[in-house]
């Protein structure tokens, strides 16, 4: 996993895993100017990247990646709190583990455990070619 991730968005923004089990992946992100918006807080779509990424991962490590490749679908966030500097923490949990889907439940959180973002992302599992 971690040579797909060296030439990612997870390296320049500086992502980062710290749990990874089929039905809990945990990854961190530093809030600050690589993902600021203009106002100076954390960008909506830093946090959906967070999102997906826990998704994704959460999903590549649940299926023979010899056969198949995990791709994102569909995905949805609410922005509940504004953040200007520290680290979040994303945590994905399966709310669907299927053949051809999974549905993830992503909760990010700051430092205090306070909610910034809570998103759902379905993950489609294709073929490879």
């Given amino acids: 996993m971690e040579e797909g991730r060296r030439n990612s968005a997870l390296a320049s923004l500086g992502i980062d895993y710290t749990e990874l089990h089929p039905d809990r992946v945990v990854m961190t992100m530093p809030v600050g100017p690589k993902t600021h918006q203009p106002a100076g807080i954390l960008h909506g779509g830093a946090s959906v990247l967070l999102a997906e990424s826990a998704a994704s991962i959460a999903?590549?490590?649940?299926?023979?990646?010899?056969?198949?490749?995990?791709?994102?679908?569909?995905?949805?966030?609410?922005?509940?709190?504004?953040?200007?500097?520290?680290?979040?923490?994303?945590?994905?949990?399966p709310l669907h583990?299927?053949?051809?889907?999974?549905?993830?439940?992503?909760?990010?959180?700051?430092?205090?455990?306070?909610?910034?973002?809570?998103?759902?992302?379905?993950?489609?599992?294709?073929?490879?070619?």
């Fill in 59 to 93: 999903s590549i490590i649940n299926i023979d990646n010899q056969q198949y490749a995990a791709v994102g679908l569909e995905i949805n966030a609410n922005h509940l709190r504004s953040k200007s500097d520290g680290i979040v923490t994303a945590v994905a949990i």
């Fill in 97 to 129: 583990k299927g053949r051809k889907t999974m549905v993830w439940d992503i909760r990010i959180t700051d430092e205090q455990d306070k909610l910034i973002c809570i998103s759902r992302c379905t993950v489609a599992i294709i073929d490879k070619k």
